[in-house]
Nanobody
Framework: VQLVESGGGLVQPGGSLRLSCAAS????????MAWFRQAPGKEREFVAA????????DCANSVKGRFTIARDNAKNTVYLQMNSLKPEDTAVYYC??????????????????WGSGTQVTVSA
């Protein structure tokens, strides 16, 4: 599975962005998908995850109510809608995939496949 993120950029505080992650390969719906982020000097942290069928989602407390994860299995794509962005959301955002039929996890070592990341900068 190859993953390619897009949609990052510079946005003012309070603004919105939608990240996309396009996956190549077969059986996209067999993979739980997740977004992680990493700010300079900090560890990679969990943002949101979604099960293969899309019925289970999970979000970190720091983004709950502001970010929404969704997927379109017909397009092999997962999305992260980010609203009410804050400067502390500034980071490189990574898409990840884990071939599992179980609920999506929060631990980055559970995810075998990773994209190269897209930069999100929230600044006035």
């Amino acid at each position: 599975v190859q993953l390619v993120e897009s949609g990052g950029g510079l946005v003012q505080p309070g603004g919105s962005l939608r990240l996309s992650c396009a996956a190549s390969g077969r059986s996209f719906s067999s993979y739980a998908m997740a977004w992680f982020r990493q700010a300079p000097g900090k560890e990679r942290e969990f943002v949101a995850a979604i099960s293969g069928g899309g019925g289970n989602t999970d979000c970190a407390n720091s983004v709950k109510g502001r970010f929404t994860i969704a997927r379109d299995n017909a397009k092999n794509t997962v999305y992260l809608q980010m609203n009410s962005l804050k400067p502390e959301d500034t980071a490189v955002y990574y898409c990840a995939a884990d071939r599992t039929s179980g609920p999506p996890g929060r631990v980055y070592t559970s995810y075998r496949y990773w994209g190269s990341g897209t930069q999100v900068t929230v600044s006035a």
